[in-house]
Nanobody, 116 residues
Framework: QVQLQESGPGLVKPSQTLSLTCTVS??????????WSWIRQPPGKGLEWMGV???????YYSPSLKSRTSISRDTSKNQFSLQLSSVTTEDTAVYYC????????WGRGTRVTVST
């Protein structure tokens, strides 16, 4: 059973960089053929796919977020991470890490508020 758990600060100031980590259990991301994504949901809005890191380490990002987003992985810790720079209040959302061949496995989500 693959399980994912997000971690990171719940409050980020405007203009700073939001950093989240997803710890994966039940699968080895170094050898897995799965893709690992970040998805967010702002208050009162739908889900927004942010980007993915694939099994070979290649990354793809949403065009609307590409200039501010970076996804990386640490295979020694079985983790993958999200960095979103120059955040504004519009980046306030619940952030989910998601894995599997077709978004099969979801973390519980972590709420991040951008505020002074």
């Amino acid at each position: 059973q693959v399980q994912l758990q997000e971690s990171g600060p719940g409050l980020v100031k405007p203009s700073q960089t939001l950093s989240l980590t997803c710890t994966v259990s039940g699968d080895d991301i170094a050898t897995s053929t799965y893709s690992w994504s970040w998805i967010r949901q702002p208050p009162g809005k739908g889900l927004e796919w942010m980007g993915v890191i694939r099994y070979d380490g290649s990354t793809y990002y949403s065009p609307s977020l590409k200039s501010r987003t970076s996804i990386s992985r640490d295979t020694s810790k079985n983790q993958f991470s999200l960095q979103l720079s120059s955040v504004t209040t519009e980046d306030t959302a619940v952030y989910y890490c998601v894995g599997g061949p077709l978004f099969n496995y979801w973390g519980r989500g972590t709420r991040v508020t951008v505020s002074t």
